[in-house]
């Protein structure tokens, strides 16, 4: 029988996973500690109603300051604990440590399907980057020994409204690169969900179990834009760059320039056709098979975004 864990700790749950992540949690009978930089800030899927009937808690604690993680884990006494990569955060063990110094026996860490499946977190290349952070993270839990669900999710669907397209006036307007490549469009409330569900309902009692997650619609970033275009009513002026001017545009609206480089030269190594189908196939069936939810297409996401 696999493990069940009724009090369990969410750092994070104001990020658009976290808080689905939390809901589901708290949806599947667990008491949910919300372990936050700032108690103060609305959680978007957890209404105050909800917040009052003792089901959740806040705490305050940030995962870049051990001493503060290893006191909320400890205060809630749960066993069980979700919790983020923290961008510009050399080394994120310190703080796994103190999950696990605060009486944690089990983490749910939202990693990234960039670590492809061929591939160990050690042979990750330090090129590789958005791969190479993430594995970081999960050598750090190997070497902590605490047990874990690692959650590869692939391409959101908020990058294209995030990366490419500018909403200020019309008509709107997207600049995207010259590729093609198809996307797999995974929604970020599907991740939450099974983040969620894996970490109140344990999916084995093995160390470490790897839960890869893709959305059901391939699409490239043209044919996601010409979506949104359809479904938000709002005319799309596309602007397509090569090169260096993408990598320009990239930084210009908040990318750092080695990610941006990044996003030039190697992204499309991600795309959904540079894995096996059967791979990618089994990844969008991890949706339903773990939380029992279907998988949300990216019609579905535009449709609500923009009703
Ligand atoms: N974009 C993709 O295609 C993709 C693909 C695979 C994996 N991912 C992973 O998914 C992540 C984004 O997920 P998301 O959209 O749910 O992010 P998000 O909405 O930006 O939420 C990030 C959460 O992390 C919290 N946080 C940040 N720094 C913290 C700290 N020092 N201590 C405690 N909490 C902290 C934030 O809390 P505050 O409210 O305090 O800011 C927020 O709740 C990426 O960073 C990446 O690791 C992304």
Redesign the pocket.
Known sequence: MTTKYDNVIV????????SDVALEASKRGAKVWLA???PS?SISTITQEQESNGSFERIK????DPESVKQAVQKSGAKAAFF????GLPDMKPSIQAINDGGAEYVVF?S??TIHPDLKPREVKPDQVIAHF?AKVEIAVEEVGIASTMLR????ST?VLDQNLDRSKEPWRATISESDAKWDCIC?VDIGRVGGAVLVDRPSNDHKEIVYLTGPQHLSRAEMLAIVEAKSGHKIDINRLAGVEYRDYLVSVGLPKFLADFFVKDEASYAVTSYSQAHIKQATDNIKKYSGYEPTTFEEFVAKKFS
């Open positions: 750092f994070g749950p104001t990020g658009a996973v976290g936050m930089r700032d800030k604690a940030d995962l870049s983020y990569m923290v961008h939202l990234s399907y993430h999710p692939g391409f959101f990058n970020q």
